[in-house]
């Protein structure tokens, strides 16, 4: 494990020494190296599923992603994505509703992952950075798109 790792696991450790996240964070028990992959082998993936589905039932998730993406924490898994996943996602704020739609359309399908996830609206809106009320209406799109295209086959 590089220098820079062990920085980024002791910050995320401190972060989660808060008080106001430490009582509740999911990963508090579990070995904060497993939030740590390095590169993109298979292992490496799959250890990213691992710590991903730990965040996933953390009631501390929004908090966790919201400091993440706010202090730019460059390294691990927080807040249930990978730091590429948030570099991609958080870096810009889309400066109107039709960039933040066009953001949830690009990112489609890991919305669908999320959802399946059962990941809140709340937590989705963060993670791509744009107002509920556009996420909204993405998923609600996502829904009409899917039904016509059931109805396309139910027809064919
Ligand atoms: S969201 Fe993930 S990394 Fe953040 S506190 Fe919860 S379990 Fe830990």
Avoid: H
């Amino acid at each position: 494990m590089t220098t820079e790792t062990r920085r980024a696991i002791s910050k995320a450790a401190s972060a989660l020494r808060d008080p106001r996240w430490s009582r509740d964070a999911a990963c508090q028990y579990t070995d904060p190296e497993l939030f740590f992959p390095v590169g993109q082998s298979k292992a490496a993936q799959q250890q990213a599923s691992e710590a991903k589905a730990i965040c996933m039932t953390c009631p501390v998730r929004t908090t966790c992603l919201e400091w993440a993406t706010e202090t730019g924490e460059q390294f691990g898994v927080l807040g249930g994505l990978t730091q590429e996943e948030r570099w991609r996602l958080v870096r810009v704020r889309p400066r109107s509703q039709g960039q933040a739609m066009d953001r949830c359309i690009e990112a489609r399908d890991q919305i669908q992952e999320w959802r399946k996830a059962r990941m809140t609206q709340v937590d989705m809106a963060v993670a791509l950075n744009v107002d509920r009320s556009v996420l909204r209406a993405a998923l609600q799109r996502f829904d009409r798109d899917e039904r016509k295209q059931q109805e396309l086959e139910a027809a064919a």
